[in-house]
């Protein structure tokens, strides 16, 4: 299932073994969309602000990260048989572009994972220099739904341009990346994502809503009672 290129916002839909997921892409043609695209991605998720950003500036340049969780329990994978997922900031590890301060500098031509150690609504990150990117969002249902072909962000001197996802049904567990183009190197910048609260949690932020709304009831009534008993 192909992606065409200049499409900014598309809901795909993949049916596999019967089940349906869908998911929606907000992929910014350039730099200037990114803040755009950024909010409509954050509006969809019912969120002001990820609960996690990994900018990879904690990080000493020439780090490798490969397999290594990140912020929030993220690891980036290379399954290429010599992985490289570098930390670095010159434009020279990104095929002629720059990331915002440092970035994760990868090969094309690869195929990389992004496994979330809880499932979530929403991931994105800042997709620097690169061409025809192949993208398949792994959902909780075991069904997947992929993105081929996106938009070259290869372009140089650009920061990187932005590419989100959110999953309207089944929570989102990891990505897998096939990164094209044809100068050798490029990467991401910014990765955002949150986590879907377990069931027992919802529950208890549930129970303490209710405990408090009636506590609330309960001083109001009393107060009613005591300008009641005031009047009289």
Known sequence: MGVMRGITLLAGLLVMGGAMAQVTIYNSPNVAGNVAMRDSWLLAAGIAS??????????????????????GGATWTDTNSVPSVTVQSSSAFFGGSIPTGQGLALFENRTFTVALSAPT????????????????????????????????????????????????GSPIVGLSILGDGGDGEWGIDNLQYGAVPEPATVIALGVGALALLRRRKLEDACSDGRSANKGV
């Open 50 to 71: 990820p609960m996690f950003t990994e900018n990879f500036e904690s990080y000493a340049i020439g780090t490798d990260l490969n397999g290594m969780p990140l912020i």
């Open 121 to 168: 609504s929403y991931i994105a990150f800042y997709d620097i220099d690169d061409g025809g990117t192949d993208v398949r969002v792994l959902l909780q249902d075991n069904t997947f739904v992929d993105f081929n072909n996106l938009d070259s962000t290869a372009v140089g001197g650009d920061s990187g341009e932005f590419l989100g996802f959110h999953s309207a």
